[in-house]
């Protein structure tokens, strides 16, 4: 593996890289990706390898421009149309009804493809210079939080990682919005940054919300995003406080999430925060929840966000991460 900068040599290098068939790693504007030429099936296959990821998860292809995304799909109905004109580049992915020509590696053998434009300028400097689509999902091993710092993905995924293009922290910190193109109404797969509110207002239509329970998109799994630390969600900062106490005087190292200061939490606890407003929660959840895992901490006992802007999309994340522990 080598970590290196994202100039143009740089950006070069990983294109050249894609173009054998090898593994590279690419910031974008929600998380880091973990990149493989989408028309190569063999080099798709390292993706699942890398991560241990069940071969019958699709992937997301990334594209430089809703042009290109047209050569994946059967056709761009006016609604993805209208979406894609207002939010791409940026994060959001829509699946469609694939074109022949995606291999079954990437779908999953399913009849879907999900396509996004990405923001983040190394990403889209990285596309057009390798010129065609390239599969890629968060660069984390199966069932951990996505990277977003080119160090987590080192950290993630060792050599099995050929290239990795460090281009800083990621803005945004969780993963896009997917939504499902093909239903009617159009459905909402996976919360992110963009909202099934603001999608709907683009189209002039309803687009259903995100349904609760075990989630939609096929290997969006309930254990979702979760560090070693077990995730705890409580409602107040007060409640956190007394949850956190109780965990400490049991023995356990403890970390604290929480939007503000938490008065009243026991000195032993490693307080990952403040978090901030729900944007600044979203840009540093993963990194907190790396810094738990680094410090040893058995529970995170996490307060979250108010559901409003991607704060819904946060509360969805802590939720998984919360599940199945
Ligand atoms: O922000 C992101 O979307 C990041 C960056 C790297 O672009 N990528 C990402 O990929 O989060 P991944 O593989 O970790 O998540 C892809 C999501 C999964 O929930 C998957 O089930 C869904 O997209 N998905 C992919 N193809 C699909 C399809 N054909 N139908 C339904 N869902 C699909
Ligand atoms: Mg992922």
Not at 15 to 33: H, S
Not at 40 to 62: E, N, T
Not at 139 to 166: C, K, Q, W
Request: proline share 10%; glycine share 10%; hydrophobic share 45%.
């Amino acid at each position: 593996m080598s970590v290196t900068g994202s100039d143009e040599a740089a950006v070069a290098a990983g294109a050249q890289a894609l173009a054998r068939g090898r593994l590279v790693a690419f910031p974008t504007e929600t998380v880091y990706g973990l990149g493989a030429d989408a028309r190569d099936p063999d080099a798709v296959g390292r993706i699942f390898a890398a991560k241990g990821r069940p071969q019958d998860h699709p992937l997301i292809c990334h594209v430089a421009s809703a042009g290109d995304a047209a050569a994946l799909v059967d056709e761009i109905t006016p609604d993805a149309r209208a979406l894609a004109d207002a939010f791409w580049p940026g994060p959001l992915t829509l699946v469609m009804t694939r074109s022949p020509t995606v291999p079954d590696a990437v779908t999953g053998g399913r009849d879907t493809v999900a396509v996004r434009v990405p923001a983040h300028p190394v990403a889209l400097a990285l596309l057009r210079a390798f010129g065609g689509p390239v599969a890629a999902p968060s660069a984390n091993r199966f069932g951990r939080p996505s990277p977003t710092r080119a160090a987590d993905v080192a950290d993630e995924l060792g050599d099995a990682v050929d290239v990795v293009l460090d281009g800083g922290p990621c803005e945004i910190g969780i993963e896009s919005t997917v939504v499902d193109m093909t239903t009617d109404p159009p459905q909402v797969l996976r919360p992110g940054r963009i909202s099934a509110a603001q999608l709907s207002q683009v189209i002039g239509r309803p687009v259903a919300a995100q349904a609760s329970g075990p989630a939609r998109a096929p290997g969006m799994l309930e254990s979702h995003y979760a560090p070693g630390a077990r995730v705890e969600v409580v409602e107040s900062a007060a409640r956190a406080a007394g949850r956190a106490s109780e965990l400490a005087n049991s023995g356990s190292r403890v970390a604290l999430m929480c939007e503000g200061p938490v008065p009243g939490a026991p000195a032993q606890a490693v307080v990952l925060g403040p978090m901030g407003d729900p944007d600044d929660y979203a840009a540093r959840l993963y990194a907190a929840f790396r810094r738990a895992d680094a410090e040893g901490c058995q529970a995170i006992v996490a307060v979250p966000p108010p559901a409003e802007g991607v704060g819904a999309a946060v509360r969805d994340r802590l939720a998984r991460a919360a599940a199945g522990r």
